[in-house]
C-alpha cells in the first residue's frame, strides 16, 4: 500500500561500538529513499537501480513514514516527478524542510514535458540533478552511485568530525583536569633546564607558596631554583642530579631553600628527566612539595627518640651503679622488663624468662620457715595483684652454689598519668653478712653475759656449747684437757638429737688424744685453729681408725667442721669444735670460713678468758686460804722451838747460878746450851727458809758454783738425819756411788738433800728410808725413797708451788715451803725435780742436774 511501505530492512544508521567511538555504516544501510506517485514506477526505478545492490525505501509523497524514513538518512532521495513535475517539486519541498533531509541530495525524474523553466524551478527547491525522460537505466545508476558515494565520504567525513570533536572535547578536559590537579597538588610542578642553575619554563601555582616567587618570577627568569637551594645542600643536590641523569632514572632529592622572605623550608622532589628522539635529556620536570613541617615533626621525634634514649640509657647506668638489686616488671601480665647485674649477681644465676607471673614459681626464695615461696607470694606479684606498695620483707633465697642468702625485699607500683599500674619495681639487697654480723653480735653478748654470770666454768661452758647450737654450726663439742693429761668430752649440743647421740658415742668410741694429728686433741695441742671447709668421704675414710668409728662419723652427717683452741696466758685447757651437718639448718654457706673462725676464736678467747678468770679467782682464793694456813702453821711452827729454848734457858740460868755457887754440874750445863742451839738451828733454819722464798719471789736467789761430790753431801746430810731417822723408827740406807762430782752451789745442793730426807723422815711412817747417788754420763742423779704416807694424785703436781702442803696442819707441821725452795734450786742449776708417789705407798722424789754448770 502506497505511504505504509517499508522495507523489511532496518533503516540505515551509524552503528555505535561498544567504546562508544562511532564507526561508518555499511553503505548498503544507508537506503535510498524513492518518493513519486505510482507505487508501479517506483517499483520499475527500484528495479533499475537493484545492480546497485543497495536497499531501497520507498514512499508515497502523502505517507505518513515519510518523516521517519527521512530520520534514517536516506543516502539519496529520489523524487519521481515523472507524472507530475509540480507535485515532484511540493514533494521535494516538503521532504527538504524536514530538518532530516537537509544534506540529502535529491534527484529529480522529469518526464518529456519538462522544460527549462521548470528545471529551473527544480533546482531552485534545492533539487541537486535532474534526469529526463527517456530514462537511461545506465546514468541514472552512475547518478545514483555517484550520490551513494558521495554519502559514503560525507558519512565518513563526519565520523571523522564527530571523532575530532569528541578527541578535542577530550583533550580540553585532560587540560581542565590537569589545570585542576597542577592546581591542587600540595607541591609545585615544574619543568626546567637540565643544568644548574635550573631555569623553569614551567612552574604550577603553589610556587608562590612554597617559595614566595610566582610561577613568572620563574619563567621570565627573574630567579632561578638553583639560587633557592641552601649553599649547604647545594653540592649534594647537583652530585645527585647529576648520577640520576646519567642513569637515566628518576630522582628524588631532599634539601632546604630559602624563600623570598629568607625563610628556610625542606623540600621533597620527584623528578624525572625528558629524552628527546636522541636519547638526550631535554628538560627535567617534577614536583616539590614543601616537607618543613614532616621534617619538624621528624626532628622532633629525632630528638625525642634521643631523648628517650638518653634516658633509657640513664636508667641502665642507674640501674647497673645501684647497689641493690632492682627487678622491674609489666603490670598486669609481671613480665620482665628489666633487671641489674647485682641481681644476678645476689641470685647467684641469671635472671630466669618471665612472662607472667606464674613464671615466678621458677625462682627460689623460701620463707625463714625453710617453705618454698608461691610464684604469688613473690613481692612482686602481691604488689600486681593489689597495686599497693610491698614494704620490707626478709626472705631467704636458696642459691645454686648451695648457699642461702638473706633478702630484704621492697616492691612499689608506678602508675601512668591516668592512674593505671603500668610497672612495678622491686628493690632488694643481701642483708646475709648483716645478718650474720648481727646473729654474731648478738650471740657474742649473750655468750658473754652468760661466761661474766658464774664462776662455775664447766657449767658455764656447757651453756655456751648449748648457745652455739644453731647460731654458730648444727652441732658444737667441748673438749677439756684433765690433770693428767687425757681429754674430757665436756659438752655436746646438736640441732638433731639423734646425731648429738652419735657424737656422744663417737667420743666414747674413740675419744680425742692429745697425741692425735688432727680433731681436737691436736687442736689443744698445737693451739693453732683446725678448720676444714669441706668434710669429704675421702676424708673421714682417712680420719676413721676402724669401720665402726668410720660408720659413726659418717653418722654425723657432717659436712664441715671448726676447730679452735681455748687458750689463755700460756695453756691451751680445751677446744670448741663446731660442724655443719647435712640437712641442718637453712644457711649462707654450708661449709666454714673465715668469718665463722674469727667467731669461733673470738667466742673461744671469752671463754677461755671466763674459764681462766675463774681459775685466778680460784687460785686466788687458795692463795688466800694457804696465806692464812700458813700464817697460822708458821706462827706455831716459829712458837715451837721458842717454848723449850725458853726452859732451857731458864735451866741453864739456874744451872749458871748453881755453878757460879760451886754445885753446878759442867754436864748439865752443857746439855741445856746444846739443847738451846737446836731450838736456835730450828728457828734459823725456818727463818731462812722466808728468807728463800723472799729472795726467790724477788729472784736474788745467787749460786756459788764450786767442784762439790754430790756423794759426799749425801752422806754428811744422811749422817746428821740418822738420829732424827732412828729416832722416828726408820732406817735410812744412803746407796749408789760415793763419789758424784760437779760443780755446784754445795750449800745449795745440802739445802736441797737436807729438805727431802726431812720429808722423807716427817711423812716415811717411820719405814725405811732409801737415798742414792748415781752419775749419769754428763749428769747426775739423786733418789730418795720412802714407804710412807705418799701423795694424792690431785696434789703431786702443786706440792712444788708455794705454801703447798698435802697433809693436814693438825698433823703434821711445816710451811710448805721446803719443796718449791728445792725445785727453784735445782732449776736454778739446771735441773728437773718429779715425784712419784701413791697414797699409802710412799713416795719417791728424783732429782737430776748437770754435773757442770756455771
Ligand atoms: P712441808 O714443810 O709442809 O713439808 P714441803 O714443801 O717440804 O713443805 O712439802 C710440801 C708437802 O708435800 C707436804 O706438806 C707434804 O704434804 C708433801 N710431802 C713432801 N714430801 C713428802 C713425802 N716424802 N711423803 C709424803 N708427802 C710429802
Not at 1 to 14: D, F, I, N, V, Y
Not at 193 to 213: F, N, R
Request: hydrophobic share 40%.
Amino acid at each position: 500500500m502506497w505511504g505504509t511501505h517499508r522495507e523489511s530492512q532496518p533503516p540505515p544508521a551509524l552503528a555505535s561500538r561498544p567504546d562508544g567511538t562511532g564507526a561508518v555504516a555499511e553503505e548498503t544501510a544507508c537506503p535510498l529513499l524513492l518518493v513519486g506517485e505510482q507505487v508501479e514506477d517506483l517499483a520499475g526505478l527500484e528495479e533499475l537501480l537493484a545492480p546497485l545492490e543497495h536497499p531501497v525505501h520507498k514512499a508515497v509523497p502523502w505517507s505518513e513514514d515519510l518523516g521517519e524514513l527521512l530520520d534514517a538518512s536516506p543516502a539519496c532521495l529520489i523524487v519521481d516527478a515523472r507524472r507530475s513535475w509540480t507535485v515532484g517539486i511540493e514533494t521535494a519541498r516538503r521532504l527538504l524542510a524536514h530538518p532530516g533531509a537537509r544534506y540529502i541530495p535529491v534527484l529529480f525524474l522529469g518526464g518529456h514535458s519538462c522544460g527549462e523553466a521548470d528545471l529551473l524551478r527544480g533546482y531552485a527547491v534545492g533539487t541537486v540533478d535532474c534526469i529526463l525522460e527517456p530514462l537511461s537505466p545506465d546514468i541514472l545508476r552512475l547518478k545514483v552511485g555517484m550520490y551513494l558515494e558521495q554519502h559514503r565520504r560525507q558519512a565518513l567525513m563526519r565520523e571523522a568530525l564527530e571523532r575530532a570533536g569528541q578527541a578535542e572535547a577530550a583533550a580540553r578536559e585532560s587540560e581542565r583536569m590537569l589545570r585542576t590537579l597542577l592546581g591542587n597538588v600540595p607541591g609545585m610542578v615544574y619543568r626546567s633546564t637540565t643544568e644548574e642553575p635550573w631555569a623553569l619554563s614551567y612552574a604550577s601555582q603553589a610556587t608562590l607558596v612554597l617559595s614566595g616567587y610566582t610561577p613568572e618570577d620563574f619563567t621570565q627568569r627573574r630567579v632561578t631554583w638553583g639560587e633557592l637551594i641552601h649553599p649547604e645542600d647545594a653540592p649534594r643536590v647537583r652530585e645527585e642530579m647529576q648520577e640520576a641523569l646519567a642513569t637515566r632514572s628518576p630522582f628524588t632529592l631532599t634539601y632546604r631553600i630559602r624563600t623570598r622572605t629568607g625563610e628556610e623550608r625542606w623540600v621533597w622532589e620527584r623528578g624525572v628527566a625528558l629524552l628527546g628522539p636522541d636519547e638526550e635529556a631535554r628538560a627535567l620536570e617534577g614536583f616539590i612539595f614543601d616537607i618543613t613541617p614532616f621534617r619538624q615533626a621528624q626532628q622532633e621525634r629525632e630528638r625525642l627518640h634521643e631523648q628517650l634514649e638518653f634516658e633509657h640509657q640513664r636508667l641502665q647506668s642507674i640501674l647497673q651503679q645501684l647497689p641493690v638489686a632492682v627487678h622491674i616488671a609489666e603490670a598486669p601480665s609481671g613480665r620482665t622488663l628489666n633487671f641489674n647485674a647485682q641481681a644476678e649477681s645476689i641470685l647467684g644465676h641469671p635472671m630466669l624468662p618471665c612472662t607472667c607471673v606464674k613464671d615466678y614459681s621458677q625462682y627460689h626464695a623460701i620463707h625463714p620457715d625453710g617453705r618454698r615461696l608461691a610464684a604469688e607470694e613473690y613481692p612482686i606479684a602481691r604488689v600486681l595483684a593489689t597495686g599497693k606498695p610491698h614494704p620490707q620483707q626478709e626472705l631467704l633465697y636458696d642459691r645454686p652454689d648451695g648457699s642461702v642468702r638473706v633478702l630484704l625485699i621492697n616492691a612499689g607500683p608506678i602508675f601512668d598519668a591516668r592512674g593505671r599500674l603500668q610497672t612495678v619495681v622491686a628493690s632488694f639487697m643481701d642483708i646475709t653478712a648483716l645478718k650474720r654480723a648481727e646473729t654474731h653480735h648478738t650471740f657474742l653478748a649473750s655468750v658473754s653475759e652468760t661466761l661474766a654470770s658464774s664462776l662455775d666454768y664447766e657449767a658455764t661452758l656447757a651453756h655456751v656449747v648449748q648457745r652455739a647450737v644453731p647460731d654458730l654450726g648444727d652441732g658444737c663439742a667441748l673438749d677439756m684437757v684433765e690433770p693428767d693429761g687425757s681429754l674430757r668430752r665436756l659438752a655436746v649440743a646438736h640441732v638433731d638429737p639423734v646425731r648429738r647421740e652419735i657424737s656422744q658415742e663417737l667420743a666414747r668410741h674413740c675419744p680425742p688424744r692429745l697425741e692425735d694429728t688432727t680433731g681436737p686433741g691436736a687442736v689443744i695441742r698445737t693451739g693453732r685453729t683446725e678448720l676444714v671447709a669441706e668434710v669429704t668421704e675421702e676424708l673421714l675414710v682417712r680420719y676413721a681408725s676402724d669401720a665402726r668409728h668410720l660408720e659413726l662419723l659418717r653418722g654425723t652427717g657432717v659436712t664441715s667442721s671448726l676447730i679452735v683452741p681455748l687458750h689463755a696466758r700460756d695453756r691451751t685447757f680445751g677446744a670448741l669444735a663446731f660442724f655443719y651437718c647435712r640437712g641442718g639448718q637453712p644457711r649462707a654457706s654450708r661449709h666454714y670460713g673465715r668469718e665463722e673462725q674469727r667467731l669461733a676464736e673470738d667466742l673461744a678467747r671469752r671463754a677461755a678468758l671466763a674459764v681462766d678468770n675463774a681459775r685466778l679467782y680460784r687460785e686466788a682464793q687458795r692463795a688466800v686460804r694457804l696465806r692464812d694456813e700458813f700464817l697460822s702453821v708458821a706462827s706455831h711452827e716459829l712458837k715451837t722451838p721458842l717454848t723449850p729454848l725458853n726452859l732451857n734457858l731458864s735451866a741453864l740460868s739456874r744451872e749458871v747460878s748453881r755453878s757460879c755457887s760451886g754445885a753446878g754440874h759442867p754436864e748439865a750445863l752443857q746439855r741445856h746450851v746444846d739443847m738451846a742451839r737446836r731450838q736456835l738451828w730450828k728457828l734459823s733454819t725456818l727463818l731462812n727458809a722466808l728468807f728463800d722464798v723472799s729472795r726467790i719471789a724477788q729472784g736474788r736467789l745467787t749460786l756459788e758454783v764450786t767442784d762439790t761430790d754430790l756423794g759426799e753431801v749425801l752422806g754428811e746430810v744422811a749422817a746428821w738425819f740418822s738420829p732424827e731417822a732412828a729416832r722416828v723408827g726408820s732406817k735410812l740406807w744412803v746407796e749408789g756411788e760415793p763419789h758424784v762430782p760437779g760443780r755446784w752451789d754445795r750449800l745449795r745442793l745440802e739445802q736441797v738433800v737436807t729438805n727431802l730426807l726431812s720429808n722423807a723422815i716427817r711423812y716415811g711412817a717411820g719405814r725405811p728410808i732409801h737415798a742414792r747417788v748415781e752419775a749419769r754420763g754428763d749428769r747426775a742423779r739423786l733418789v730418795i725413797r720412802d714407804e710412807g704416807i705418799g701423795i694424792s694424785p690431785e696434789a703431786l703436781e702443786r706440792i712444788f708451788g708455794k705454801f703447798e702442803r698435802a697433809v693436814s696442819d693438825r698433823h703434821y707441821g711445816g710451811l710448805g715451803l721446803g719443796l718449791y725452795i728445792t725445785r727453784s734450786i735445782v732449776e736454778a742449776m739446771g735441773g728437773t725435780i718429779r715425784v712419784d708417789s701413791r697414797p699409802g705407798q710412799g713416795s719417791t722424789f728424783t732429782v737430776e742436774l748437770p754435773r757442770r754448770q756455771e
